[in-house]
């Protein structure tokens, strides 16, 4: 990974934008020091890098739009980041030095928690896991995590839509946004932060800002829903013979289970035999071999683990003798439980591990998901021989995570920027005509940026192109984010 030596020089605007900038900031809140922007300089999966005029970590909303403001009057494009944990390069700057990288870390006051209302308001550098000890601490929970939840923070999760293992029953992050506080191009600060259940004032602006990826306004707090702590969890790991069994079992659980069933990820046994060589102290949880699992976690704020684990065994019990299900155990503590969890968050880490690979973050609807996987799995390594299709993740929401492994001997960097690309466009074609989304909770950042105006509604992309030509006409918000830069007149 190459980093550039220093920062470019600065043209004489800038060098006035930098002073400015500076005097509003303080020494603490910018910087252009090479060594402190570095690692803000390339993306969480290492594919991109790019170089920035300065780092600027505003304390408050009032400095954003202070900063904004200075931006808007000297062009610098600003590139918002969070935890700089995404998926898809969408908080990473491009290799001009043009932009300045605007850091939310530094607000991350919870500002106001109730467990009254249900609500909790925070600023947007809050991480996860933050949130997740203070609901806790006040006998709440946050409906919504994800594998990166000690360093993803609420502004970025909020600009991405991000999902996780809990959609199933609760939503995206679309679903937990009561309120919104952002700072529009121009530095105005929009205020939506009052959550009202019943509100026909004209468009629901705070739900066009959630998913736009920093590119229509730059989020600095909301208010999020709270649900009460969970008095009972049951957590139970299954082997079947295929994914069509799992979509029937899912059905099955869904009935039974209720509004108690919270997550339902497959993992087949390529993924799981990947992640028990990847990490020594893992183990299986089943005796034996299946060709999928799935992972079923079951939590109630109105019943004990126990009544769940009741619940959950006689389904599971009733699937058994069906012939539906191979085998299945059910988590005899929190800890067993983590543990399953950690074999399925450990997958991508252990298929890493096993040389280069195309991670494609995709979903079609629920019930076509088994056949698509069926269908979508030989026809890419036919195409491609020599590469390993596996597909895995949230089947309760239609969206799997579709990894195509390299050949045998492939060099890491090479491989994904030759042969990988046309994986890509196969998989993102296949999803395309199965009715489908090239992005189910990863956004499109820079890495699909023109993935998604070749595949996308002509129509869609059209008005999206408005609304950011409405919003931003100068385009300095996250510039060559999401939708492709408009050609020059």
């Not at 808007?72 to 700089?84: E, F, K, M, S």
């Not at 059209?462 to 408009?486: F, I, T």
Request: glycine share 12%.
């Amino acid at each position: 990974m190459n980093h550039p030596a220093s920062p470019p020089r600065p043209a004489p605007s800038a060098e006035a934008f930098l002073a400015e900038a500076h005097a509003l900031l303080g020494a603490r809140g910018l910087t252009t020091d090479p060594e402190r922007m570095d690692a803000w300089l390339t993306d969480w999966r290492g594919r991109y890098t790019g170089r920035a005029l300065a780092l600027a970590s505003p304390a408050s909303t009032a400095e954003v739009a202070g900063l904004v403001k200075l931006c808007a009057l000297h062009g610098v494009p600003i590139v918002p980041q969070g935890g700089n944990s995404g998926m898809a390069g969408g908080a990473t700057p491009d290799e001009t030095g043009h932009a300045i990288i605007l850091s939310l870390r530094r607000m991350s006051a919870i500002r106001r928690l109730s467990p009254e209302a249900g609500q909790v308001v925070c600023e947007a550098g809050v991480v996860l896991q933050t949130l997740h000890e203070a609901a806790e601490a006040a006998g709440m929970r946050f409906p919504l995590t994800l594998g990166g939840k000690g360093s993803a923070t609420i502004g970025g999760l909020i600009s991405t839509n991000a999902g996780g293992t809990q959609v199933l029953r609760h939503g995206t992050m679309r679903a937990q946004v009561l309120g919104l506080e952002a700072v529009m191009a121009n530095g105005e600060v929009l205020d939506l932060m009052t959550p009202l259940k019943k509100d026909n004032r004209g468009f629901d602006l705070k739900q066009l800002l959630i998913g736009s990826e920093g590119t229509l306004g730059i989020v600095t707090a909301a208010t999020l829903r709270l649900l009460p702590a969970a008095t009972g969890r049951a957590t139970a790991w299954v082997g079947l013979g295929g994914i069509v069994e799992a979509r029937t079992l899912l059905r099955q659980m869904d009935r039974a289970m209720g509004d108690a069933l919270e997550g339902f990820e497959v993992v087949p046994a390529h993924c799981l035999e990947s992640v028990l060589a990847h990490q020594p102290t893992a183990r299986a949880p089943l005796g034996e071999a299946h060709a999928w699992n799935a992972l079923i976690e079951c939590v109630s704020s109105g019943q004990d683990s126990a009544a769940l684990r009741e619940g959950l065994e006689t389904a599971l019990a009733a699937a058994l003798e069906a012939g539906l299900i191979a085998d299945a155990v059910i988590a005899a503590s929190d800890t067993q439980a983590e543990a399953f969890w950690s074999l399925r968050d450990g997958i991508s880490a252990a298929e890493r591990a096993l040389g280069p690979a195309m991670q494609h973050d995709i979903s079609v609807p629920v019930e076509r998901m088994p056949e698509f996987i069926l269908a979508a799995v030989p026809e890419v390594e036919a195409a491609h021989p020599g590469t390993r299709a596996v597909a895995f993740g949230h089947l309760g929401d239609g969206n799997v995570h579709f990894h195509v492994l390299a050949p045998a001997g492939a060099v890491r960097g090479v491989w994904e920027e030759t042969q990988g690309k046309a994986v890509s466009a196969q998989v993102h074609d296949l999803v395309t005509a199965w009715g489908g989304s090239i992005s189910a909770e990863h956004g499109i950042g820079q890495m699909k940026v023109d993935e998604l105006a070749r595949l996308h509604d002509p129509v869609a992309l059209a008005v999206m192109a408005r609304v950011k030509r409405a919003l931003d006409p100068a385009g300095l918000l996250n510039p060559g984010k999401l939708l492709q830069s408009p050609s020059p007149a």
